[in-house]
């Protein structure tokens, strides 16, 4: 299950293209990295149409894409106009349960383990019966990319511990989640049906992850 990002759009993507035959990587895109008026960018150029800005999930950078003919000085006056904005929803991003968790000690890393693998095993054995499953193990892991992971074919669940600083029901919605996934490995219809099945709010729960 990913970790959708802390994300706002300023400009258009563009679609991708097809190739016939065999084709290759593209090589991964060089990063910059330099100031604007004391606020951290992250370049990358990229065939986008226009300038691209999001603030980083922890809210101590700016995230750009712009495309190659576009100059420098055109970038940085673009991060000038917007400076209010960025500085606003950067401090509301450090503020942010995720903004937290890359700041976190060793201590309160272990404390949010602690928490989470308390509240997990009493969860998984409220819904096994409830959406007819048997779960394997269940291991617990400080995750930036996702909120759990399963395999069907072992039962194995992961359960990232960070959940510990969000709401309950946020907690509850991805192990109901991942023990939907020991029905239905992917994330299709039927999956979304058994989601809607027993956890009609599912949704804004999710909501609260982001």
Not at 47 to 66: K, Q
Not at 103 to 108: L, R, S, V
Request: net charge positive; glycine share 6%; hydrophobic share 40%.
């Amino acid at each position: 299950m990913r970790n959708p990002s802390h994300q706002a759009a300023a400009g258009v993507r563009e679609k991708a293209g097809h190739r016939v035959g065999k084709t290759r990587k593209a090589p991964r895109a060089a990063v910059e990295e330099f100031e604007v008026v004391g606020i951290p960018v992250r370049l990358t150029r990229k065939r986008v149409r226009r300038l691209n800005l999001r603030i980083s999930r922890d809210g101590t950078y700016v995230e750009m894409s712009a495309p190659p003919r576009i100059g420098l000085a055109q970038i940085e006056g673009f991060v000038l106009d917007k400076q209010s904005w960025i500085r606003a929803h950067m401090a509301e991003a450090v503020s942010s349960p995720a903004g937290q968790a890359e700041h976190a000690t060793a201590q309160e890393v272990s404390e949010w383990k602690t928490a989470v693998s308390t509240v997990v095993p009493p969860l998984i054995k409220e819904w096994e019966p409830i959406i007819g499953v048997k779960a394997g193990s269940v291991v617990y892991r400080n995750m930036k990319s996702k909120w759990g992971s399963c395999q069907p074919t072992t039962g194995r669940i992961c359960i990232n511990t960070r959940l510990a600083l969000y709401p309950p029901e946020c907690l509850e919605y991805v192990v109901v989640h991942e023990l939907c996934h020991l029905r239905e490995a992917n994330h299709g219809p039927a999956f979304h049906g058994l989601l809607d099945a027993y956890m009609p709010d599912w949704k804004s729960r999710r909501a609260k992850l982001r």
